[in-house]
């Protein structure tokens, strides 16, 4: 892959990623010369003092790019954090190496993802998560002659107790419905009718859209715990997964992720 050039005659600052098993990550930064001795990764929308991480570089060699690792240990908040050179250059996105991404199964403590990506406009993010606890959505299947759909699940840093629950939420609105949680330890299940959330919007204007959002209380007086789909290398799944839709009540429903990878139910007034 080349390295455009700027108007100055420079390499524009680019880097490889390099994701480690640990939850590291190696930054290999070509045309780092110019631009001075630090990696800057920066939150978006953050002010404060740590929305800010500096990685120092290692001199690049003959034909060598500088490198820097982000650590497993350093705790970033969840977000989108932008690459920087020393000098408020936006790093471009080089090769993507991720594999160690996929099916990730952390042992213990907060779940901590971050996922290296390009941006719209052609930089270099990462997306990070940082969750404790967290539920993992799995398998998604459908019965289309129920009106509803199944899901299951893995729970890090809670387990099951009694009284499980799945909470679907109403977005901007005060409603919610519940379902049993089947399972137990880490493992849940549920299966969730759309009917009840297509009602109560009968005269809803054609193409109307409502989102539901999916919570698991592991237990009676546990706090809810958002449910999403984050230890892989997708770090934007709302364009890029599809699943059926059903037609219930006069509306389209089906699941979704969002931008952030939470998993929804929308409801879709028809035409």
């Not at 954090?81 to 993507?96: F, H, M, S």
């Not at 390009?118 to 129920?146: K, M, N, V």
Request: hydrophobic letters at 40%; charged letters at 25%; one cysteine or more.
């Amino acid at each position: 892959m080349s390295t455009p050039m700027t108007a100055e005659g420079h390499l524009e600052p680019r880097a490889d990623c390099l994701a480690a098993s640990d939850g590291g990550i190696t930054f290999d930064v070509f045309g780092s010369a110019a631009f001075g001795a630090v990696l800057v990764l920066r939150r978006r929308g953050g002010k404060g003092p740590a929305d800010e991480l500096r990685l120092p570089l290692t001199p690049p060699g003959d034909g060598t790019p500088a490198r820097t690792t982000l650590p497993a240990t350093a705790e970033l908040a969840e977000g989108r954090w932008d690459a920087y050179t020393e000098t408020g250059e936006a790093v471009q996105p080089g090769i993507r190496d991720l594999r160690v991404l996929v099916d990730q199964a952390p042992a213990s403590g907060p779940v901590a993802v971050r996922v290296p990506y390009p941006t719209a406009d052609g930089r270099l993010a990462l997306r990070c998560w940082r969750r404790a606890p967290h539920a993992e959505a799995g398998e998604l299947a459908f019965a289309p002659e129920q009106g509803a759909m199944s899901v299951t699940g893995v729970l890090f840093g809670a387990e099951l107790g009694d009284g499980p629950v799945v909470q679907a939420r109403l977005r901007a609105g005060e409603r919610m419905h519940e379902v049993p949680v089947t399972g137990e330890g880490r493992s849940f299940g549920f299966t969730l009718p759309y009917g009840p959330l297509a009602e109560g919007a009968e005269n809803a204007v054609a193409g109307k859209e409502r989102l539901w959002e999916l919570w698991l209380r592991p237990a009676a007086k546990a706090a809810p715990v958002r449910i999403s789909r984050i230890l892989d290398d997708v770090w934007d799944k709302k364009s890029i997964f599809a699943y059926p839709k059903q037609r219930i009540a006069g509306h389209i429903v089906a699941p979704c992720y969002t931008g952030d990878n939470d998993l929804c139910v929308r409801v879709t007034a028809a035409g």
